[in-house]
Nanobody, 115 residues
Framework: QVHFVESGGGLVQAGGSLRLSCVVSRSTLSISFMGWYRQAPGKQRELVATVSRGGRVQYSDSVKGRFSISRDNAKNAVYLEMNSLKPEDTAVYYC?????????WGQGTQVTVSS
């Protein structure tokens, strides 16, 4: 089992920045992929960004150039730096981890961007 502590969400004006953090309860060296997903009201959960154990990153088109994902295996953590935020980025953001055939989710942190 994997447990998460997510933090960094909040209310920000359009154009502002936030940094999400997710600390995992075990060594991230055993986790092949870590990432962030988001779910806006009335919409399906969608991929925001992922980073592999080797550091390969992937972003959704909607956040490319504005968001940056990173992981720190020494701290068992993954981060999401969000810049130039838009009202359409408003959602609950979930930390995700894939280890072998198992997938784990954090409890989510709310990000609200006001216009």
């Amino acid at each position: 089992q994997v447990h998460f502590v997510e933090s960094g969400g909040g209310l920000v004006q359009a154009g502002g920045s936030l940094r999400l953090s997710c600390v995992v309860s075990r060594s991230t060296l055993s986790i092949s992929f870590m990432g962030w997903y988001r779910q806006a009201p009335g919409k399906q959960r969608e991929l925001v960004a992922t980073v592999s154990r080797g550091g390969r990153v992937q972003y959704s088109d909607s956040v490319k150039g504005r968001f940056s994902i990173s992981r720190d295996n020494a701290k068992n953590a993954v981060y999401l730096e969000m810049n130039s935020l838009k009202p359409e980025d408003t959602a609950v953001y979930y930390c995700n981890a894939i280890s072998g055939t198992s997938e784990y989710w954090g409890q989510g942190t709310q990000v609200t961007v006001s216009s």
